[in-house]
Structures are given as structure tokens and as C-alpha cells.
């Protein structure tokens, strides 16, 4: 039973350092704010739950201790991480900041748009 813990805490904890990794690779390499905001938020988010559910279940298991901090810690992660990456997204979309010229198509620019031709007309 013991060798199935040892490989399930160094799969989390390997699997999260790869996720970290890619998140900042992501932030360094992508185009524009929106999409490394997106890199940061989600594969951070996702690599630092790994590496404290890799953390905890060391705890738990081999030294017999239940940390109910890091238990809190995942929970707040996961709640906190992708709300603020979303409001920091949409922050600097109205404060008008441009998108990567390529590939991408402002939805919102256009419903925007509808929606104050509508409001003028009535």
C-alpha cells in the first residue's frame, strides 16, 4: 500500500511542477495580456492544487498528520484563481486593451455595438 501512496504523491507533485512550468511558459511566450492571463489563471491554478494535494496526502499518509490548511489552501485556490483571472481579463477589456491582431474575433465588440444602436433607437 505504500508504494501506491509513494507514487500517487510524486505523480501529483510531478504533475503539478509540470503544469506550473507550462503556465509560465505560457505567460512568457503568448501574445497578448488576455491569453497569458488565461495561462496563468488556469494551468497555475491547476499545477498548484496538484502540488498541494501531492502535499497533503504526504501528510496524511506517511507522517499521520490531517492538515486542514491545505485543505483550505485548495479550496481558496479554486475558488479565488479563475474568478480574479476572469476580472483582470475583463478589466483590461474595458479599459481598452488591444487583442492580438491575428486569428481573433471581438464578440463582445459587436454585441456592444447592437446594443447601443437598440438603446439610441428607442
Known sequence: MSVIID?????FILVG????????I?????????????AAS???????MSILLGTF????????????????GIVFLFMTSPISGHL????AYNSGVKLWDKSVRDDLK????KVLEKSSVD
Open 7 to 11: 507514487f500517487l504523491i510524486g505523480f
Open 17 to 24: 511542477s509540470l503544469f506550473c512550468l507550462i503556465a509560465t
Open 26 to 38: 505560457g505567460v512568457i511566450r503568448l501574445p497578448d495580456v488576455y491569453t497569458r492571463n488565461h
Open 42 to 48: 488556469k494551468a497555475a491554478t491547476l499545477g498548484v
Open 57 to 72: 496526502l504526504y501528510f496524511y499518509a506517511l507522517e499521520g498528520h490531517f492538515n486542514s490548511r491545505l485543505i483550505l
Open 88 to 91: 483582470i481579463n475583463r478589466a
Open 110 to 113: 459587436e454585441y456592444n455595438k
